[in-house]
């Protein structure tokens, strides 16, 4: 007898940035050395308060379950966190503590959307998204973005695709893949739709030529931030992220995270209130050599004939137009990783409106980035 499996599961699609580090990992076992510009890991170290903590509280023998919201000193630094970044106040009862900031999309995802329901998302867009609101039994509804005013988010034009049956709008600022940033007057006008807003601040804080990301809360009604420690404090294998969700919805996500994930590990939320606690330094230190390596590898690519419209202007990506050097976007990036050694993610990884165009990772260092330049161009130059 055949293995039957759940229709929603087969309609999840592969994360292709996954696919081709897991190709990469293949040849580096087989001895070749890869460059990867293809995952979204910075390549720093944690804050050491971080680390200390994290290593005190296995020693203190703090390894047992917590609150299924989280310990609650990490809850109400959280809280403080973001009422100073919105300006708009946030108690520690709004906020429930995630492994990661994906099984809370997950939570997220899971109380609003119901099966047939709709959620608008800006595309291009993190390739996840749609697989979250499918396996929910919903329906992605995709509002194109452009370069030519920085990827925005118009509300005029979600107000068109909505309908009846459309239950929340995903705004992420800064956007993987873009790294644009939402106006202030681009997120008004969203809060004026409705809808309730899941807001994507996993890059917040990680942003240049003075830019600054403003988060949606106290601009719409229900607001539910996702967000955690993988990006700015370079926390990515502690997977420590968190909620901030309106009051009323605590509790139906409390009772999910402890059905399905009862708590986040006890010492690493011992890690992540330390990095709230005193890892500002190393943010500010990394927002800045993260500057020096976009400008890096703006040029470098810019230089190889890449198009580039767009500036990013937050998180720590490059989307570069690639149709030059063809159209399937797939099928060039898995031969750029085999002809030069260098992984970069596939366009059509972040939706239709993404094929023919590639994203590079500035998250590594600057002589890795050179290093790929240079590789790039030979391997492009031997495919012309």
């Not at 708009?88 to 959307?113: E, I, R």
């Given at each position: 007898?055949?293995l039957?499996?759940n229709p929603?599961v087969a309609?999840?699609e592969?994360?292709?940035?996954?696919e081709?580090?897991?190709r990469?990992?293949?040849?580096e076992?087989?001895?070749?050395?890869?460059?990867?510009?293809e995952?979204?890991?910075?390549?720093?170290?944690?804050?050491?308060?971080?680390v200390?903590?994290?290593?005190?509280a296995?020693?203190?023998?703090e390894t047992?379950y917590?609150?299924s919201r989280?310990?609650?000193?990490l809850?109400e630094?959280?809280?403080a966190e973001?009422?100073?970044?919105?300006?708009?106040?946030?108690?520690?009862?709004?906020v429930?503590?995630?492994?990661?900031?994906?099984?809370?999309?997950l939570?997220?995802f899971?109380?609003?959307?119901a099966p047939?329901?709709?959620?608008?998302?800006?595309t291009?867009h993190?390739?996840?998204?749609?697989?979250?609101i499918?396996?929910c039994?919903?329906e992605?509804?995709?509002v194109?973005?452009?370069?030519s005013d920085d990827y925005q988010l118009?509300?005029?034009?979600?107000r068109e695709?909505?309908?009846?049956r459309?239950?929340?709008?995903?705004v992420?600022?800064p956007?993987?893949?873009t790294?644009?940033?939402?106006?202030?007057e681009t997120?008004?006008?969203?809060?004026?739709?409705?809808?309730p807003i899941v807001s994507d601040?996993?890059?917040h804080?990680?942003t240049?030529?003075?830019?600054?990301?403003r988060?949606?809360?106290?601009?719409?009604?229900?607001?539910?931030?996702?967000?955690?420690?993988?990006k700015r404090y370079?926390?990515?294998?502690?997977r420590?992220?968190y909620?901030?969700?309106p009051?009323?919805?605590?509790r139906?996500?409390?009772?999910?995270?402890?059905n399905?994930?009862?708590?986040a590990?006890?010492?690493?939320?011992?890690?992540g209130a330390?990095a709230?606690?005193h890892?500002?330094?190393?943010v500010?230190?990394?927002?800045?050599a993260l500057d020096a390596?976009?400008?890096?590898l703006?040029?470098g690519l810019?230089?190889?004939?890449?198009?580039?419209?767009?500036?990013?202007?937050?998180a720590?990506?490059?989307?570069?137009?690639?149709?030059r050097f063809?159209?399937?976007?797939?099928?060039l990036a898995?031969?750029?990783?085999e002809?030069?050694g260098?992984?970069c993610?596939?366009g059509?990884?972040?939706?239709k409106?993404g094929?023919?165009?590639?994203r590079?990772?500035?998250a590594t260092?600057?002589?890795?980035l050179?290093e790929?330049?240079q590789?790039l161009?030979?391997?492009l130059?031997?495919?012309?």
């Amino acid at each position: 007898m055949s293995l039957r499996v759940n229709p929603r599961v087969a309609r999840l699609e592969p994360f292709l940035a996954m696919e081709v580090m897991e190709r990469a990992f293949a040849m580096e076992r087989a001895g070749r050395r890869v460059l990867h510009l293809e995952i979204g890991e910075p390549g720093f170290p944690p804050p050491p308060q971080a680390v200390d903590a994290c290593v005190a509280a296995l020693r203190a023998g703090e390894t047992r379950y917590t609150d299924s919201r989280g310990l609650a000193n990490l809850r109400e630094a959280i809280a403080a966190e973001h009422a100073r970044r919105s300006g708009t106040p946030v108690d520690a009862g709004q906020v429930l503590v995630t492994s990661g900031t994906s099984p809370g999309m997950l939570l997220v995802f899971s109380l609003l959307v119901a099966p047939g329901d709709q959620v608008v998302l800006g595309t291009p867009h993190y390739p996840c998204y749609p697989n979250f609101i499918r396996f929910c039994g919903g329906e992605p509804l995709l509002v194109p973005t452009g370069p030519s005013d920085d990827y925005q988010l118009d509300a005029r034009a979600v107000r068109e695709a909505a309908g009846p049956r459309t239950r929340a709008l995903v705004v992420a600022s800064p956007a993987n893949p873009t790294g644009a940033i939402q106006e202030l007057e681009t997120l008004k006008s969203l809060g004026e739709l409705g809808l309730p807003i899941v807001s994507d601040e996993i890059y917040h804080g990680l942003t240049y030529d003075g830019a600054e990301a403003r988060s949606p809360l106290g601009l719409a009604g229900d607001v539910f931030v996702l967000d955690g420690f993988s990006k700015r404090y370079a926390m990515t294998g502690f997977r420590l992220g968190y909620v901030v969700a309106p009051a009323e919805a605590l509790r139906p996500l409390q009772v999910m995270q402890q059905n399905l994930f009862i708590s986040a590990n006890r010492f690493v939320q011992h890690a992540g209130a330390a990095a709230l606690a005193h890892g500002e330094p190393m943010v500010r230190a990394m927002r800045e050599a993260l500057d020096a390596r976009r400008t890096l590898l703006l040029e470098g690519l810019r230089d190889l004939g890449f198009g580039i419209p767009a500036t990013p202007r937050g998180a720590f990506y490059v989307f570069a137009d690639a149709r030059r050097f063809g159209a399937d976007s797939m099928g060039l990036a898995f031969d750029l990783l085999e002809r030069a050694g260098v992984a970069c993610t596939p366009g059509i990884d972040f939706g239709k409106a993404g094929e023919g165009w590639l994203r590079f990772s500035y998250a590594t260092s600057e002589a890795v980035l050179r290093e790929a330049l240079q590789r790039l161009g030979e391997a492009l130059a031997a495919r012309r």
